[in-house]
């Protein structure tokens, strides 16, 4: 083989180890209508993953209720079917669709393993690959759940994502979650630690290991992270403007020049994740760091 063979190799090998780390955009929608449509947002082509959010309340013996804002309201005629060809379009693009579970302002509460037994089931059959008579986005089938706990019970949310996992189907259901920074999580902690998480999006905001001016901190926390708790991949969890979150918005340059070099090494890193689709179309913060994720 000649030098010159050579030197291409290892240009080609540089460049293949390179890629290996390049990371996508999560992304959350529903909870603001002035962010456009769902189909819309996934034909942007930016976005890997979209956070339906959010099913709001569920267990307890409580009547599962959807809060998508003004997108869509469940409990009218037709609901919220209409997402239906919305949602089988982004995945046709190969885009993921979730469907979020909690949220900062939802009821929600896992009283007993029998009760996450229900609430999976539930959700298993309106809106993964089962079958009911009132699945509020029709017929398509959305590619997993999301665990976004913020409150409720300290309990069972393992038990419901091994029963989620336990499904049989010919499609994979992803289990993705964003807990808070610090680690381990109060609410997931217990569940994450299972290895049935596919992503994990850290939420590094709202915290006090968010940026503040040293990327290093930012970096040990990381890595407490994405050491100790099994997952495919881990996400930077950012809000997408600065008033999409009490604190913790960290500046595109910022955020490519000191963070991103830190972290983009980590053999299980995945991207990064917006709050949200809103506050990203405000200030085009998706755009700015997508070919540097």
């Given at each position: 083989?000649?030098?010159?063979?050579?030197?291409?190799?290892?240009?080609?090998?540089?460049?293949?180890?390179?890629?290996?780390?390049?990371?996508?955009?999560?992304?959350?929608?529903?909870?603001?209508v002035e962010?456009g449509?769902?189909?819309?947002?996934?034909?942007?082509?930016?976005f890997?993953?979209?956070?339906?959010?959010?099913?709001?309340?569920f267990?307890?013996?409580?009547?599962?209720?959807?809060?998508?804002?003004?997108?869509?309201?469940?409990?009218?005629?037709?609901?919220?079917?209409?997402?239906?060809?919305?949602?089988?379009?982004?995945?046709?693009?190969?885009?993921?669709?979730m469907?979020?579970?909690?949220?900062?302002?939802?009821?929600?509460f896992?009283?007993?393993?029998?009760?996450?037994?229900?609430v999976?089931?539930?959700?298993?059959?309106?809106?993964?690959?089962?079958?009911?008579?009132?699945?509020?986005?029709?017929?398509?089938?959305?590619?997993?759940?999301?665990?976004d706990?913020?409150?409720?019970?300290?309990?069972?949310?393992?038990e419901?994502a091994r029963f989620?996992?336990?499904?049989?189907?010919?499609?994979?259901?992803?289990?993705?979650?964003?807990?808070?920074?610090?680690?381990?999580?109060?609410?997931?902690?217990?569940?994450?630690?299972?290895?049935?998480?596919?992503?994990?999006?850290?939420?590094?905001?709202?915290?006090?290991?968010?940026?503040?001016?040293?990327?290093?901190?930012?970096?040990?926390?990381?890595?407490?992270?994405t050491?100790?708790?099994?997952?495919?991949?881990?996400?930077?969890?950012l809000?997408?403007?600065?008033?999409?979150?009490?604190?913790?918005?960290?500046?595109?340059?910022?955020?490519?020049?000191?963070i991103?070099k830190?972290?983009?090494?980590?053999?299980?890193?995945?991207?990064?994740?917006?709050?949200?689709?809103?506050?990203?179309?405000?200030?085009?913060?998706s755009s700015?760091?997508?070919?540097?994720?």
């Open positions: 083989m000649g030098s010159k063979s050579y030197c291409l190799l290892i240009l080609l090998f540089a460049a293949m180890t390179s890629s290996s780390y390049s990371g996508s955009i999560a992304i959350y929608w529903g909870q603001n962010e449509s769902l189909a819309d947002t996934c034909s942007t082509g930016k890997a993953y979209v956070n339906i959010a959010f099913l709001a309340v267990g307890n013996n409580q009547v599962p209720g959807l809060d998508l804002e003004k997108h869509c309201d469940p409990l009218s005629k037709g609901g919220c079917t209409s997402l239906a060809n919305d949602i089988k379009s982004c995945q046709r693009q190969g885009v993921k669709v469907l979020s579970i909690g949220g900062a302002d939802g009821s929600y896992l009283s007993s393993t029998q009760d996450a037994k229900n999976a089931q539930y959700l298993w059959d309106n809106f993964l690959g089962g079958s009911s008579k009132t699945r509020p986005f029709g017929d398509a089938v959305l590619d997993g759940i999301d665990f706990i913020e409150g409720g019970t300290l309990d069972h949310w393992d419901l989620l996992k336990g499904f049989k189907s010919n499609k994979k259901v992803y289990l993705t979650a964003a807990p808070q920074c610090p680690y381990p999580d109060a609410y997931m902690g217990k569940a994450l630690s299972t290895g049935l998480f596919d992503d994990i999006w850290i939420q590094f905001y709202n915290n006090y290991c968010q940026y503040n001016g040293d990327a290093s901190a930012v970096k040990d926390t990381w890595d407490q992270w050491s100790n708790i099994p997952a495919t991949n881990f996400f930077l969890g809000p997408a403007a600065p008033s999409a979150a009490s604190s913790g918005f960290v500046p595109a340059d910022v955020l490519i020049s000191k991103l830190l972290i983009k090494s980590t053999k299980n890193y995945g991207g990064v994740m917006l709050w949200s689709k809103y506050y990203d179309d405000l200030t085009g913060y700015a760091i997508k070919s540097h994720v």
